[in-house]
């Protein structure tokens, strides 16, 4: 993850790689200070799209908040996104639900 997290940013967008770098820390260990603050970083950016907070609320494990912003996706956005591995760090039951809710819009 870091190798994408260092592409120049026209290449790809910085926030998106900061978000897959932080998966690969959570799925190792806990994430540390810098790395929460850096998400918070993601959270606070006014350039942020809905994708990118649930994505960094999950992280955070912010759940309800991630939910909400999933909530403001179109039915489009949510069918990739829970198309996308981030899905599986929200807990089964949430994420069940969430998928439940979806597919009722």
């Known amino acids: 993850a870091d190798w994408l ?3 120049p940013e026209d290449e790809f967008d910085r926030n998106i790689a900061l978000l ?3 998966q690969v820390a959570i799925r ?7 790395e929460t603050k ?3 970083r993601v959270i606070e950016d006014s350039s942020s ?5 649930t994505g960094a609320y ?3 494990a912010e ?13 489009d956005e949510q069918e ?5 591995p981030i899905v599986n760090l929200w807990p089964t039951k949430r994420r069940n639900e969430v998928r439940a809710c979806q597919k009722t819009r």
């Open 20 to 22: 897959n770098k932080m």
């Open 5 to 7: 997290y260092n592409l």
């Open 58 to 60: 999950i992280l955070l």
């Open 49 to 53: 799209n809905q994708l990118l907070l």
């Open 80 to 84: 990739a996104f829970l198309t996308y």
């Open 63 to 75: 759940y309800t908040l991630a939910e909400l912003h999933f909530a403001k996706l179109s039915a």
């Open 38 to 40: 850096a998400l918070y």
């Open 28 to 34: 190792l260990r806990a994430l540390n200070e810098d």
